[in-house]
């Protein structure tokens, strides 16, 4: 089938990872994948959460939001507390960022992902994930320079991206117009070990077959194993000591 923009069933959009657009933040990015622009900033407090008072375990955090012209038509801010599409979202992004980390390694810290979703047009979630790694990344290293860690306290990467089903075709790395037609969709977010730390999937209309299912998954470790490789370009850009990402191994 002709996909909208163009692409092959298992390509995924241009994605690029800018680092450092927010100069105060400890780690920050902006991520574009397609027409979905997403900006991911790490906040470091040297203070672990009252529920990890005296662990020596840190925490990581995070917090989602949509800008109102972020869509073609505009979304009211969230004022007090966040809907529950929302809150889904930030415990999904912080999920995937702890498992990321060894939090015993971090000492007591929390660190706090902001995800922002600029412009969105399918994906914002699984963006945010992708970008945020790299944030989160920027914001170890700076600890480490600092001599406040003694070694990257990461475990492997973490990215993400979503596939579905249009009529019988499975797609990689949706935009809003197929997901919005999609039969069958997932968010899928994997380790550059090939391990799943999430995979969250529904069928919108009936069931689908168990090899539909692992044709998604396969398709979906394609689409992330590329996104490694924009992350990694990323960190090298903008001078992250590549070597140091195994230290806690």
Known sequence: MTRPDGRKPDQIRDTIIEVGPQPFAEGSTLIQAGGTRALCA?????RAPRFLKGSGQGWITAEYSMLPRSTT???????????????????LIGRSLRAAV????????????????????????????????????????????????????LKWAVA???????????????????????ETDFNVVMTDRGEFVEVQGTAEEGAFPRRALDEMLDLAETGIRTLFDVQ???????????DMARAAE
């Open 42 to 46: 790490v906040s470091v407090e040297d």
């Open 73 to 91: 038509t505009r979304t009211p801010r969230e004022v007090g507390r966040p809907r529950g599409r929302t809150q889904e979202i930030q415990r």
């Open 102 to 153: 060894d939090l015993n390694k971090l000492g007591e810290r929390t660190l706090t992902v902001d995800c922002d979703v600029l412009q969105a047009d399918g994906g914002t979630r699984t963006a945010a994930i992708t970008g945020a790694y790299v944030a989160l990344y920027q914001a170890l290293d700076g600890l480490v320079r600092a001599r406040k860690l003694r070694a990257m306290p």
């Open 160 to 182: 993400a991206t979503s596939v579905g089903v249009i009529d019988g075709q499975a797609l990689l790395d949706l935009n809003y117009e197929e997901d919005f037609r999609a």
């Open 232 to 242: 990694e370009e990323a960190i090298r850009r903008w001078g992250g000591r590549l």
